[in-house]
């Protein structure tokens, strides 16, 4: 689960896996949520492991902004598979597509500026895609959903760039490099698909073209992960949560970890607000 808080009067949330500790993370997401006009959830995929607990996110904040790559693939029946059918049949709800413009979303309206979030894929007419999707909703459900994933670019007026890809695999990005589908943008902090596991390992050409300063390695078992050698990285199982403040163009890093926190040598202790005390471990220049 991510979220931006951004400092324009929106507030966006990306995928969710709540399981644990969910009263302190629900009472955090709430406060921000009452702070902002705009709250919009965005769902990189139908995996369980991203959408865990948004029965319990959507009681809380009533999500009226729902945003997913638009697809008709059967879920294995839940509360929050449940939850996830009736966001998808809501009227204003948003299908992710590669150049959407949307209110707030990346385009000012009603005196709100944007949130500075692009969507850079999927190219819905691409035969890449329509392909990939076809085999996940048809019968003998062939597909790999972990490829319909979109790629999420977030930009900060002189300061911070960020990339998000679901889950995307390996052999999936190739095609879409291959096929010049996406204008590669550089980047600051890249967060590694499919939880930075080796199935998921971004391309040596994608990672030349986006020059992460910072690549965040999520949760999964150690023994699955890249460790992306010759790039700068943080892993969450050793981390824990992270913070990124990204109020200028020294972005500084946090973790909740203190004892992986010691290692570094800009380590130092702070409350960050009533619900986290981070430790900050570093500043990315951008």
Same mark, same amino acid.
């Given at each position: 689960? $991510?979220?931006?808080?951004h400092?324009?009067?929106n $507030?966006?949330?990306?995928?969710?896996?709540?399981n644990?500790?969910?009263?302190?993370?629900?009472?955090? !997401?709430?406060?921000?949520h009452?702070e902002?006009?705009i709250?919009? $959830?965005?769902?990189?995929?139908?995996?369980?492991?991203?959408?865990?607990?948004?029965t319990e996110l959507?009681?809380?904040?009533?999500?009226?902004n729902?945003?997913?790559v638009k697809?008709?693939?059967e879920?294995?029946?839940s509360?929050?598979s449940?939850?996830?059918?009736?966001?998808?049949?809501?009227?204003?709800?948003c299908?992710?597509?590669k150049d959407l413009?949307?209110?707030?979303?990346? &385009?000012?309206?009603?005196? !709100?500026?944007?949130s500075?979030?692009?969507?850079?894929?999927?190219?819905i007419?691409?035969?890449?895609?329509? &392909? @990939?999707?076809?085999?996940?909703?048809n &019968?003998?459900?062939?597909?790999?959903?972990?490829?319909?994933s979109?790629?999420?670019k =977030?930009?900060?007026e002189?300061?911070?760039?960020c990339m998000?890809?679901?889950?995307?695999?390996?052999?999936?990005?190739e095609?879409? =490099?291959?096929? @010049?589908?996406?204008?590669?943008?550089? !980047?600051d902090?890249?967060?590694?698909?499919?939880?930075g596991r080796t199935?998921?390992?971004?391309?040596t050409?994608?990672?030349?073209?986006?020059?992460?300063k910072?690549?965040?390695i999520g949760?999964?078992n150690? @023994?699955?992960?890249?460790?992306?050698e010759?790039y700068?990285h943080?892993?969450?199982?050793?981390?824990?949560?992270?913070?990124?403040?990204?109020?200028?163009?020294?972005?500084e890093?946090?973790?909740?970890?203190g004892?992986?926190?010691?290692?570094?040598?800009s380590?130092e202790a702070?409350? !960050?607000d009533e619900y986290?005390e981070? =430790?900050?471990?570093?500043?990315? &220049?951008v």
């Amino acid at each position: 689960m $991510f979220y931006i808080k951004h400092g324009t009067d929106n $507030f966006t949330i990306i995928d969710c896996c709540i399981n644990e500790n969910s009263e302190n993370i629900l009472e955090e !997401i709430k406060k921000i949520h009452d702070e902002k006009t705009i709250t919009r $959830f965005i769902l990189t995929h139908p995996h369980k492991d991203h959408y865990t607990g948004l029965t319990e996110l959507h009681e809380t904040l009533n999500i009226l902004n729902f945003y997913y790559v638009k697809n008709n693939i059967e879920l294995t029946e839940s509360d929050d598979s449940t939850t996830f059918e009736e966001l998808k049949k809501r009227d204003n709800v948003c299908y992710l597509k590669k150049d959407l413009k949307r209110r707030y979303m990346n &385009e000012d309206g009603n005196n !709100i500026k944007h949130s500075g979030i692009n969507i850079l894929w999927p190219d819905i007419e691409s035969e890449i895609f329509k &392909e @990939e999707l076809e085999k996940c909703e048809n &019968e003998t459900k062939t597909g790999n959903i972990n490829n319909i994933s979109p790629i999420i670019k =977030y930009s900060l007026e002189n300061s911070i760039t960020c990339m998000w890809m679901g889950d995307l695999e390996t052999e999936m990005m190739e095609k879409i =490099y291959e096929n @010049e589908l996406v204008d590669w943008p550089e !980047i600051d902090v890249l967060f590694a698909p499919h939880h930075g596991r080796t199935t998921g390992k971004v391309p040596t050409d994608i990672l030349k073209k986006t020059n992460p300063k910072l690549i965040v390695i999520g949760e999964a078992n150690s @023994e699955n992960l890249d460790y992306y050698e010759n790039y700068t990285h943080i892993t969450q199982n050793s981390c824990g949560n992270i913070l990124f403040n990204c109020e200028n163009n020294l972005v500084e890093v946090y973790v909740s970890d203190g004892n992986y926190a010691k290692q570094f040598n800009s380590y130092e202790a702070e409350t !960050i607000d009533e619900y986290n005390e981070m =430790y900050k471990i570093g500043e990315i &220049e951008v």
